[in-house]
């Protein structure tokens, strides 16, 4: 059975007073039944692990850089996000991708960093409008999930995979639940075919404009293992109640 995991992306947003946020989800959820995790800008991770001392909200990264040490200014290695105490990173997010003209090919190497660090890999990926709207939504989420996965160090416990269909991010605009079901069954049997037993293990996320009004629905999909949550993770109380529709979510 796979463990649910309710997982916030802070993106660009956070200064010091915002930890506050983090503190009253500790508080909320003492013992969740989910995983939890927020991934906050690279300059509170360290801050941040130690508001979240002693609770169940693991902490993350939101990119790293494939190799361990250089000249790449302004960049994260994996091994800097352990020293920092983070547990996680948040590779290939479609930001990332856009911004920083990452590929499958960078994402991938970013994931074998991190896995290599003893990271949890967060690997995002999904389609554009364009790409959807010309049916090209399951061949684009399948050259995605092929290229941005490494081949050796993959488990349920080493790596996540969250579909975030770039038009849904920060729309309001969500997939309908057939939509959702679809790709996240499709990339289920494709991570088995590939993983085995692992592809099995490893929890599918949705990700995009995920709030506390359409959770319940979204997590009740085909192979929804938790959410990527932008947005509503900033606030303690929007995040918490999607971490309370994914406890009430029927298992996996
Ligand atoms: C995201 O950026 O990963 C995301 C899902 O954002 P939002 O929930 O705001 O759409």
Same mark, same amino acid.
């Given at each position: 059975?796979?463990?649910?995991?309710?997982? #916030?992306? +802070?993106?660009?947003?956070?200064?010091?007073?915002?930890?506050?946020?983090?503190?009253?989800?500790?508080?909320?959820?003492?013992?969740?039944?989910?995983?939890?995790?927020?991934?906050?800008?690279?300059? &509170?991770?360290?801050?941040?692990?130690?508001?979240?001392?002693?609770?169940?909200?693991?902490? #993350?990264?939101?990119?790293?850089?494939?190799?361990?040490?250089? !000249?790449?200014?302004?960049?994260?290695?994996?091994?800097?996000?352990?020293? @920092? #105490?983070?547990?996680?990173?948040? &590779?290939?997010?479609?930001?990332?991708?856009?911004?920083?003209?990452?590929?499958?090919?960078?994402?991938?190497?970013?994931?074998?960093?991190? &896995?290599?660090?003893?990271?949890? !890999?967060?690997?995002?990926?999904?389609?554009?409008?364009?790409?959807?709207?010309?049916?090209?939504?399951?061949?684009?989420?399948?050259?995605?999930?092929?290229?941005?996965?490494?081949? !050796?160090?993959?488990?349920?416990?080493?790596?996540?995979?969250? =579909?975030?269909?770039? +038009?849904?991010?920060?729309?309001?605009?969500?997939?309908?639940?057939?939509?959702?079901?679809?790709?996240?069954?499709?990339?289920?049997?494709?991570?088995?075919?590939?993983?085995?037993?692992? #592809?099995?293990?490893?929890?599918?996320? =949705?990700?995009?404009?995920?709030?506390?009004?359409?959770?319940?629905?979204?997590?009740?999909?085909?192979?929804?293992?938790?959410?990527?949550?932008?947005?509503?993770?900033?606030?303690?109380?929007?995040?918490?109640?999607?971490?309370?529709? &994914?406890?009430? @979510?029927?298992?996996?």
């Amino acid at each position: 059975m796979r463990r649910k995991l309710a997982a #916030g992306n +802070w993106k660009m947003n956070g200064t010091a007073a915002s930890l506050d946020e983090v503190r009253a989800v500790a508080e909320a959820h003492p013992a969740p039944s989910v995983d939890l995790l927020l991934c906050p800008p690279a300059t &509170l991770i360290d801050r941040m692990v130690r508001a979240a001392a002693g609770s169940a909200i693991a902490v #993350g990264g939101q990119d790293c850089h494939a190799a361990a040490a250089g !000249a790449h200014t302004g960049d994260i290695s994996a091994a800097m996000l352990t020293d @920092a #105490g983070a547990t996680h990173v948040i &590779l290939g997010h479609s930001e990332r991708r856009t911004d920083h003209g990452e590929t499958d090919d960078t994402v991938r190497a970013k994931a074998q960093a991190a &896995l290599a660090e003893g990271l949890v !890999a967060v690997v995002c990926l999904g389609e554009t409008e364009a790409q959807r709207d010309a049916g090209e939504t399951l061949p684009v989420v399948g050259r995605q999930l092929a290229g941005s996965l490494p081949d !050796a160090g993959v488990t349920g416990a080493t790596l996540v995979v969250a =579909y975030e269909p770039v +038009w849904a991010i920060g729309t309001g605009r969500v997939p309908t639940l057939d939509q959702i079901a679809e790709v996240h069954d499709v990339m289920r049997a494709e991570l088995v075919g590939r993983f085995g037993d692992a #592809g099995e293990a490893i929890r599918l996320l =949705y990700g995009g404009s995920v709030k506390p009004d359409n959770a319940g629905e979204i997590f009740a999909t085909s192979n929804v293992d938790g959410a990527l949550v932008g947005g509503a993770s900033l606030a303690a109380t929007d995040f918490s109640a999607v971490i309370a529709a &994914l406890e009430a @979510a029927p298992a996996a």
